[in-house]
């Protein structure tokens, strides 16, 4: 069966520091990956997808960027952190782009 | 851009009694729609997906599916204090439209069920 693995659970970074999260899916190969964030008070929003080892997409202009190094790999980065980059971030995986399952979430606070 | 519509709640519902969660689209093209459970502090989780017109049955959960007005429910049976969760609503494809993969999440319906 399927696994997505998602470090670190919580951390809580200072404004400008960078940022690393990183994702793994185990029991599947050429997944389709995804980063959604989940702030306070609003609703999961898509920041990234991935169908392919080094091909990435954003679907909001902000603060992150993401990277797929290997097929079942899919990191989060920022190199200086905002205030308003607090949230739940999740990785979630899917074979076809419709039933998505999501990793355990992280929960980033910026102080 | 994409919307999904839901009333946040909260909803309180009586312990044995059938919980209705509704839901509306923008996009007349969607396809797949789907309904996700989430517990406070926790990643969601999947309970359904419907794709045709109708009703579809999974144990105490029914989704029913209304493309002609862009509606979506589920229907809790008998429901049970461990059923108090957010219950988000999604269908197939960006925000943006775009034609990325993924999911459009509405933002949550709160239920609580009363004991």
């Known amino acids: 069966s399927q696994t997505i693995h998602q470090w670190p659970a919580t951390l809580v970074q200072p404004v400008g520091s960078p940022l690393s999260l990183e994702c793994t899916v185990e029991?599947?190969?050429?997944?389709?990956l995804y980063w959604y964030r989940q702030a306070a008070g609003r609703g999961l929003q898509l920041l990234f997808y991935?169908?392919?080892?080094?091909?990435i997409s954003s679907e909001v202009p902000q603060n992150l960027s993401a990277s797929r190094p290997q097929d079942r790999q899919f990191i989060l980065s920022s190199k200086k952190l905002l205030l308003s980059d607090s949230g739940f971030y999740l990785c979630?995986?899917?074979?076809?782009?419709?039933?998505?399952?999501f990793g355990e979430g992280s929960w980033l606070t910026v102080v | 851009q994409k919307e999904v519509e839901q009333n946040s709640g909260p909803l309180s519902v009586p312990e044995g009694a059938i919980a209705s969660l509704n839901c509306t689209y923008s996009?007349?093209?969607?396809?797949?729609f789907f309904w996700y459970r989430q517990y406070s502090g926790k990643s969601p989780e999947l309970i359904m997906s419907i794709y045709s017109n109708g009703d579809k049955e999974d144990g105490r959960f029914t989704a029913q599916l209304n493309k002609a007005s862009q509606y979506v429910s589920l229907l809790i049976r008998d429901s049970q204090p461990s059923d108090s969760a957010t219950y988000l609503c999604a269908v197939n494809g960006s925000p943006s439209g775009g034609g990325a993969d993924g999911l459009t999440f509405g933002k949550g319906t709160h239920l609580i069920i009363q004991p």
């Open positions: 979630a995986w899917s074979y076809t782009g419709n039933t998505i399952y």
């Open positions: 991935s169908v392919g080892i080094g091909q």
């Open positions: 029991g599947t190969s050429n997944p389709n």
């Open positions: 996009d007349r093209g969607s396809q797949s």
